[in-house]
């Protein structure tokens, strides 16, 4: 073994270490709320449709979210139903069209 191999050694190990903990810190970060938001929307949105094709009320769906964490503001609830309706539509468009072609 020359001596330059235990030299880098030690510095590869420490930089190797140092690497870690930069790893281990960056996988703390979380989303940012707006996303965390956005994710459980997702989760939620059957549900949400479900309750509104039975005429359970906007506010009381709204304040249900509330209660469990999820606040939205009426037109940002709005919007999102728009953006995942928009998205079911799209998704329903292309599965007919690849039925078509099959």
């Known amino acids: 073994m020359s001596v330059n191999d235990t030299s880098t050694n030690p510095a590869g190990g420490h930089l190797a270490a140092k690497a870690l903990q930069a790893k281990e810190a960056l996988l703390t970060l ?11 929307f997702t989760l939620l949105y059957p549900t949400i449709v479900e309750l ?6 906007q506010k009381a769906i ?21 953006a995942h309706a928009m998205a079911a539509r799209s998704s329903q468009d292309h599965r007919s069209d690849e039925e078509g072609t099959a």
């Open 30 to 40: 979380q989303p940012k709320a707006q996303h965390q938001k956005a994710e459980l």
């Open 52 to 57: 509104l094709n039975k005429h359970v009320s």
């Open 62 to 82: 709204l304040d249900m979210l509330q209660t469990q964490g999820l606040k939205l503001h009426p037109s940002r609830f709005k919007g999102l139903m728009a």
